[in-house]
């Protein structure tokens, strides 16, 4: 299959962008409700999937949305939603966008939320093997890079950079930074479904120690989270320095690390108030979404940087939008 | 049509596995023999003695908290939890057993009625029992709201029922001994019991005065051990002559 023209003016390719960047919001809404699922411990308060409780799951009555079935019942709702939303955005691409890969990116999205909605269900059905919930939990976040990716590379500002970023440096600390911290949030995941959020029970120190005095597998995984914190920050002031120092320029970038830098901030302390409050639900949902923000703008930045590395072949660009001309421009010679 | 082939199978790979989901609680346990040696014979009742006792705690335990059950209005309001009940100086809910020391000499008929647990008020009651092996385990749900019972044993299959409507029941049964085996409603995160499954007849419930008694044991020495769902275990050794009758306290320390 190859690149093909667009069959769709450009403000349609914008309004395709914008719904991509709506999926994208709605995947932060769902790692959010399904961080709240484990958060209070709700995974298994709907024994039964796909149906809940023997009732079609849509049909389930709102009246019966008590205790823990609340948010494991939310979260089914909204991850079929988002699976909705995915389809429409999968058809969508395959029917507009130009680009080959591009549509087969939005094949990868539509794989991707399906496969993840099985394993949710496996995950239920075997009452929570941490394998198969940490696999739950890493999948989504590539899911929600998936449709991070779909948001970036559809945008006016992808399909028409004004001056790509050609910064080889930039480009190898920005994908290192991206990997490291996916490999920082399966650590988090598997902290979390091993039940070693609380095995190192202050903060900032281990036992009133810079290392723990006593190791066992629970305190080992929860320390190599906070040593991965550390090397997550590392990596993003590394980053941001060279983008502040190389780029001071370009706006975008500037905000861009700005925001990297501030999440990173953020979910620092929230990760002490998660151990402080001894994982009060709303404090671990939101490290777990700022987490999730922290990853998707890693990628955006990353994705800039290879931008004019060769990702795009400059032949399928889709023509710039005919901007309005400025007052009196027709009468000039 | 192919294409609709493909497109369909992710849905028939999810239907297969919530078909062939390990989620049925009625085949949660494989049902097995109690062990016994060949030659093995039933007690002899002419020799039995009893051991009687009580659990008593060291230092001062910490208060059971309020339960916040806002949650789920059906549930009523005013429940603490049962971790620590103590009555006239006794621990109440210590499952009391006989540990070791009958080896498989005997043959102990296994009871057919169930040992019954009912969730009402989003509450267990009782909150500790003990049941044989292969005996039935009935959970009744006799709240107008869901409940789901999450058993988490370790040596037994773990199994999680859906009770969404008032007046379900449901039996589970328990191939191999195992003490304390964990029951919780995950709607409710507040409620919790305990099952004890052994392959013998000599346990009990600690109850008013934190007191037990293990009747019909057969002379021999043994291995008693109280557990508690906090405190942990503690074990006593006692020996017992032809009709002889033993007095055990088992003491433990307030974490």
Redesign the interface.
């Known amino acids: 299959m190859e690149d093909r023209p667009s069959r769709l003016a450009p403000r349609a390719l914008l309004w395709h962008h914008r719904y991509a960047t709506l999926v994208a919001a709605c995947v932060v809404l769902l790692i959010a409700a399904g961080g709240m699922v484990t958060s209070t411990g709700s995974g298994l308060s709907v024994p039964d999937w796909p149906t809940t409780y023997g009732w079609n799951m849509f049909t389930f009555p709102m009246s019966k949305w008590v205790g823990g079935i609340r948010y494991e019942h939310t979260h089914r709702l909204i991850a079929s939603t988002v699976g909705f939303l995915t389809i429409i955005l999968a058809v969508w691409t395959w029917r507009v966008e130009p680009r080959r890969w591009v549509r087969w990116l939005g094949a990868a999205c539509l794989g991707a939320v399906i496969l993840q909605g099985v394993l949710g269900g496996i995950t239920v059905l075997f009452f929570l093997p941490p394998a198969v919930s940490i696999g739950h939990a890493g999948l989504a976040q590539i899911f929600f890079c998936l449709t991070v990716t779909m948001a970036v590379v559809t945008s006016p500002r992808w399909r028409h950079p004004e001056s790509p970023v050609d910064d080889r440096t930039l480009r190898t600390l920005a994908t290192i930074t991206t990997a490291v911290v996916y490999i920082q949030i399966l650590l988090g995941a598997t902290m979390r479904h091993t039940n070693s959020g609380l095995s190192i029970p202050d903060f900032p120190l281990a036992f009133g120690h810079l290392l723990p005095p006593v190791w066992n597998a629970h305190i080992a995984i929860h320390f190599a989270h906070r040593v991965g914190a550390a090397v997550v920050t590392i990596l993003v002031v590394a980053t941001a320095g060279h983008v502040w120092y190389h780029h001071r320029c370009r706006r975008g970038l500037i905000r861009t690390v700005t925001a990297l830098a501030g999440l990173v901030a953020v979910q620092i302390a929230l990760g002490g108030l998660v151990v402080l409050t001894g994982k009060a639900p709303v404090i671990n949902t939101a490290h777990v979404v700022n987490g999730a923000l922290v990853l998707g703008t890693s990628l955006v930045l990353t994705l800039r940087t290879w931008r004019a590395a060769g990702l795009e072949p400059a032949a399928v660009r889709v023509p710039r939008p005919a901007a309005n001309p400025p007052l009196g421009a027709e009468a000039r010679p | 049509m192919s294409r609709i082939y493909r497109a369909l199978a ?1 849905v028939a ?3 297969a ?2 078909a062939c ?3 049925d609680a009625s085949k949660s346990a494989v049902p097995a023999s109690p062990k016994a040696a060949p030659g093995a014979t039933k007690v002899d009742p002419s020799t039995a003695g009893t051991i009687t006792g009580k659990v008593v705690v060291q230092g001062t335990l910490p208060e059971n908290a309020a339960i916040n059950t806002s ?4 549930c009523g309001s005013g429940l603490h939890a049962e971790t620590y009940v103590v009555d006239k100086g006794g621990l109440k809910n210590v499952f009391v057993y006989i540990k070791d020391g009958l080896g498989n000499k005997y043959i102990f008929d296994t009871p057919t009625e169930p040992v019954k647990i009912d969730q009402k008020g989003c509450h267990y009651t009782p909150h500790v029992v003990g049941v044989r092996t292969t005996q039935p385990l009935e959970i009744i749900n006799s709240d107008n ?2 409940h ?1 019972v ?1 058993g988490m044993p370790k040596d037994n299959p ?1 199994f ?3 009770q ?1 409507v008032a007046g379900m029941k449901n039996d589970f049964t328990f191939a191999a001994p195992e003490v304390l085996i964990p029951l919780k ?5 507040w409620m919790n019991a305990y099952v004890g499954v052994v392959d013998h007849p000599y346990f009990a419930v600690t109850g008013d005065g934190g007191t037990f008694e293990l009747r019909g044991v057969p002379p021999g020495t043994y291995t008693v051990e109280a557990v508690h769902e906090k405190l942990g275990r503690v074990s006593l050794p006692v020996t017992l002559g032809a009709k002889d009758s033993k007095e055990l306290t088992f003491s433990f320390k307030a974490q």
């Open positions: 992710p790979l999810a239907a596995i919530a989901g390990g989620n949650s789920d209005p059906a709201t869901l789901n999450h773990e999680n029922q859906g969404p409603c995950d709607v409710h995160s």
